[in-house]
């Protein structure tokens, strides 16, 4: 019986596998059929005269998207994700078609960091300067959504709608009594006045010189994002500040008498107004544009060999192998030797957007890019964030470029590991130790640490700091005294960057490309690539696939219990150091 059982079972399981076979490769066939007819459809089909461009900021950006994403997008199962990039490119792209006279622009909530939203409204900006217009309308905007629409030539809001403009705010959360409470805590080694990404494990309220720093960051940016918007709605510093401080664009009414917004009307009634700016009677249809269109009409330059590569360093620097939201040695050290062999590549853009992490990890990586270093130019781009580990790659480069609202430095180390002593004791689990020597276990979560461990730990985070402290002084050229100056774990805005030193060119990733192709002599012969190049798994497959299938969904996650179960049973326990951001930045 249990023969014709297993045999049974078996045989299902066989067919039931080959079914998923056969349709994954169906489903893989028609997604690449359907990408080059995508694709080709796109290229080949013209833009009317008198045309608009429908631009949705409101979509997830990110500087690289994931492997699987325009898979996704064709089999309906995900929503659209819009390449940093290619944004920046479809939109300068309208302002040299002849065809498209302005544009729609949509930006209620914009999913990307204020560095990016910056760019993009200064690609906005260059739009307009070609004589065109924006026109922005929105049942409410968010702050940042509002800061993208104030280049509009008009703003016009929902009668039911609200304007989310009150300034910047981060709030940052305190352990301490919460660790006292229950018996777990972190024990922490740092190094740096400003090294705050262990002070809410250290104490329950904020020290003087994290609120200085998270002060000075937050009143750089604002500045910068009020001096855009006082600009172009030509309000006065005054006005404004009444209107942020008394919330006074919440209110579409108030909205309107403070020259915040240009009209309070229904969406009918403002798709009237773009017809009658472009010439078109209300009767009359549109010419509409979509993203998708411009951004296929490739600037791609056929018959040169020419290339200029793009590292995407976007994510948290771990130590391992590393994907397009991580950043591991394994795979990054893999792309930077294939890059450096490479005849066609001939110089490399370093786009980083990273709060830093394993201090290790950067150092690798580090070495690998000088060595790349030695045979091609590498500029750096600055995201939304380059901060600690992440500023530490930015060190090799010939030219580091920022904009204002780049969140950067924290030039400090510190290192953390979990700690439940006084838990165990209260739950009644008692750890012995049987050593051959004095330290052979060195430390253990079930006591507290030993003056040697402490010592032993400070000691290397001293090791790294100064390391990270000569990194900076070779790769900017300036001396040690400022570095340490500038450095003890404090952030800067990348405007106090600019005027500090520790970046040298304002720009966005656009501007990293032209001097990457100044400095390898390709004047406008090259195309551009990107890196890391990251082949899909089949569980990644399998999970755009079978979306609503719950349990294999669960059956490929079980993988990711592995570092939980590696990291309860680690005999070692040792302390990781870390060269990363000293706090959470969450600008509100």
Do not use: C
């Amino acid at each position: 019986m249990n023969f014709f059982k297993n045999f049974f079972a078996s045989f299902l399981g066989s067919i039931t596998a080959l079914i998923l076979i056969i349709s994954l490769g169906f489903f893989l066939l028609a997604g690449i059929a359907s990408v080059s007819t995508f694709d080709k459809n796109i290229l080949q089909a013209e833009i009317s005269s008198n045309s608009v461009l429908n631009l949705d900021l409101d979509k997830d950006v990110y500087d690289n998207v994931p492997i699987t994403q325009e898979f996704e997008e064709i089999l309906g199962v995900s929503p659209e994700i819009i390449k940093f990039l290619d944004l920046i490119n479809a939109i300068e792209s309208a302002g040299n078609n002849k065809d498209i006279k302005g544009i729609n622009l949509k930006s209620q909530s914009p999913k990307m960091g204020w560095s990016q939203s910056l760019t993009i409204r200064k690609s906005l900006q260059k739009f307009k300067d070609k004589g065109k217009f924006i026109y922005s309308y929105g049942d409410f905007f968010s702050q940042k959504g509002y800061y993208l629409a104030s280049v509009s030539d008009s703003i016009f809001l929902n009668p039911m709608g609200n304007i989310e403009l009150r300034g910047l705010g981060a709030e940052v959360l305190y352990y301490k009594q919460l660790q006292e409470k229950y018996g777990f805590k972190m024990e922490v080694v740092r190094h740096g006045k400003y090294k705050s990404a262990v002070e809410p494990y250290l104490d329950d309220k904020m020290s003087e010189a994290n609120r200085n720093q998270i002060k000075s960051l937050l009143n750089s940016i604002w500045e910068g994002i009020g001096d855009q918007i006082k600009s172009s709605r030509k309000i006065s510093s005054e006005n404004f500040n009444e209107v942020v401080d008394n919330l006074d664009a919440t209110f579409p009414e108030n909205a309107y008498g403070n020259n915040i917004i240009d009209g309070i009307v229904s969406k009918t009634q403002y798709k009237n107004k773009l017809k009658r700016v472009l010439g078109i009677k209300s009767n009359e249809k549109l010419n509409n544009v979509s993203y998708l269109k411009i951004k296929n009409n490739s600037n791609f330059k056929k018959g040169t060999r020419n290339q200029i590569a793009i590292i995407y360093a976007q994510g948290p620097i771990i130590y391992g192998e590393g994907n397009e939201s991580n950043i591991g040695q394994e795979l990054f050290s893999k792309t930077i030797r294939k890059i450096k062999n490479s005849q066609r590549i001939k110089a490399v853009v370093l786009r980083i957007d990273s709060p830093g992490g394993v201090a290790l990890t950067s150092e690798i990586i580090w070495d690998e890019l000088i060595e790349l270093k030695k045979e091609k130019p590498i500029v750096v781009s600055m995201g939304n964030v380059a901060a600690s580990g992440g500023y530490y790659l930015s060190t090799v480069a010939d030219k580091v470029f920022a904009n204002d609202f780049t969140i950067t430095g924290s030039i400090g180390v510190f290192a953390m590991v979990p700690n439940i002593s006084e838990l165990s004791k209260r739950i009644g689990i008692n750890a012995e130790q049987v050593e051959t020597n004095k330290n052979s276990i060195f430390y253990t979560p079930f006591e507290k640490p030993t003056q040697k461990f402490r010592s032993d730990v400070k000691k290397n985070i001293e090791n790294v700091y100064e390391m990270f402290k000569k990194r900076v002084s070779d790769g900017r050229n300036i001396s040690m005294d400022k570095v340490e100056a500038l450095a003890q774990g404090r952030v800067w805005s990348g405007g106090q960057a600019l005027k500090n030193g520790l970046a040298n060119e304002e720009g966005d990733i656009k501007d990293a490309i032209n001097a990457a192709a100044e400095l390898a002599d390709l004047g406008n012969d090259f195309n551009v690539t990107s890196y890391p190049k990251i082949e899909p798994e089949i569980n990644d497959i399998l999970s755009v696939l079978i979306p609503f299938n719950s349990s294999v969904s669960e059956f490929l996650k079980l993988s990711d219990l592995d570092p939980v179960i590696k990291s309860i049973s680690d005999k070692e326990k040792k302390p990781i150091i870390f060269t990363s951001q000293p706090f959470n930045i969450d600008i509100r």
